[in-house]
């Protein structure tokens, strides 16, 4: 556990050096929580946060990492969730998905494709559940078509507890997800036998029909065994 001097003034000096650290949970950001959950290395979680660089950490005394790793780690058994509709990035409004029966295809797979390694896609999975605000009345909007070719370098400077809310808020909808799955795959099915019966084009599309089928049952299943949105595993 890190010293009590540690937990309230994270703030060392060593020779020259000054090693400041988040005080709160709230003071992390996505781009921290990224490098906190993807690595093991103390003196790369450090680094990642203090943004001290990799060499010059490691002529400090071990002591002084380990307490700061250890610090780092209370901060994230001290997780708050804060879900936040609309938020601004970078000088950006953006908008929280409004309506998961217009999630698309494309958004479908690659959630799915960032949700194989999280914490190493979490910047671009936040670029899908968030997107820019083209249109605003009150508490209602619009946000703009998704193109996979969304900023989701804007996301790294997401703060952890709006990270954290919009996850839960993501998991916690899972039965209105997979419903809106399962109706969806309903569509896609009878689209399919339609071609059939006309055939249509149906030699070409087939096996894109069965690739999307494919996938979105595996996310269908990786929902389905999800029990938590936001532990630190």
Known sequence: MPSDNLRNHPLFTYTDMELRLPAH??????????????????????????????????????????EA???????????QAQH???IELGGVTYGFIPNWEEFSTGEWIDMEDYTKD?????????????????????DKYTIAPYTAKEDAEAFLEMPAPLVSGALLFFWTTERELLTTLQSSLIQTTREAMRLLRSGDGTRSSSPWLGKIISR??????????TSSPTSHS
Do not use: C
């Open 118 to 138: 999280f914490w190493r896609n979490a910047h671009k999975a936040m670029s899908v559940l968030y997107r820019p605000i083209d249109r605003r009345w009150g």
């Open 84 to 86: 936040k509709p609309i």
């Open 25 to 66: 949970y709230a003071d992390l950001t996505l781009r921290h929580l990224m490098a906190l959950e993807s690595d093991t290395d103390p003196v790369k979680r450090v680094s990642a946060v203090t943004g001290v660089p990799y060499d010059k950490l490691r002529t400090m005394p071990r002591v002084l990492i380990t």
């Open 69 to 79: 790793d250890a610090h780092l780690t209370n901060l994230l058994q001290k997780e």
């Open 216 to 225: 979105w049952m595996r996310l269908r299943l990786r929902l389905s065994a």
